[in-house]
């Protein structure tokens, strides 16, 4: 498995240098980037997530969705208590996005890819429990913990997001046990394979834009992103060990 996702990474990490080059020699510019981004998130991601569902019902299935369902709040409400109790609010520091850094990941731009190379289509199924709880977390303690805002309308918009049409259209053909033909299942098929070469040369792009450099000279950046990558994922498997 480690050497697998190790692979895996490599081939992540070739694809974005890809838009890194794409970027530096002008072949895609940031307006591009930006429609492709949309086009990732608002098309690609969504199809794949509902093709996900396009199997055949078992009833293990449903129960590890709903187990996973559980973990996910659990992991959720896991790294927001750490980001609050580790990440202390002093003057002069933007706490509020050090906690929302912490607390809320990409989990759909680059987990699907890995997820889908590692595991295939029923990766992406039990990720889409997560999706949903993130989403649900992000539009509501997210906006509030960046904005300050308390709106009830950019709570609701999370459930007409493609992401979650697309999990909500998914979940009512695997119960009702519809399966889409034959020619619509091979087109949206070719639409799935253009998540991960797609996703990761977008975010090839934006990184090419980005003054890595400036932001390795910040100390700060390496207690959050330690806390992110390293200190938050041990305690939400230490509670899942715990509670196993």
Request: hydrophobic share 50%; aromatic share 10%; net charge positive.
């Amino acid at each position: 498995m480690a050497f697998t996702i190790l692979k895996q990474t490599i081939i992540m990490l070739i694809l974005i240098t890809v838009g890194i080059l794409c970027s530096k020699t002008g072949i895609i510019g940031k307006n591009a980037n930006k429609d492709l981004s949309k086009l990732v998130l608002q098309v690609v991601n969504p199809v794949m997530i509902f093709m996900s569902y396009q199997t055949d019902y078992k009833p293990e299935l449903v129960r590890n969705l709903l187990i996973t369902f559980v973990l996910s709040v659990g992991a959720i409400l896991v790294t927001a208590a750490g980001a609050y109790i580790l990440i202390h609010r002093k003057d002069g520091r933007e706490i509020d996005i050090e906690r929302f850094s912490a607390i809320y990941s990409n989990c759909g731009f680059m987990g699907i890819p890995l997820l889908h190379s590692l595991f295939g289509m029923e990766g992406v199924f039990y990720l889409t429990a997560f999706i949903t709880v993130f989403n649900i977390a992000v539009w509501t303690h997210g906006i509030i913990l960046i904005s300050g805002e308390r709106s009830l309308n950019k709570v609701i918009k999370v459930f007409y997001s493609p992401t979650i049409i697309s999990i909500a259209l998914g979940l009512i053909c695997f119960f009702c046990r519809i399966r889409i033909p034959d020619v619509p299942t091979k087109a949206l098929d070719f639409i799935s394979d253009l998540n991960t070469p797609l996703a990761m040369i977008v975010s090839g792009v934006t990184m090419a834009d980005t003054s890595v450099l400036k932001l390795l000279k910040k100390p700060r950046i390496y207690y959050i992103s330690a806390l992110r990558l390293i200190i938050l994922p041990l305690l939400r498997l230490l509670c899942v060990h715990f509670n196993a």
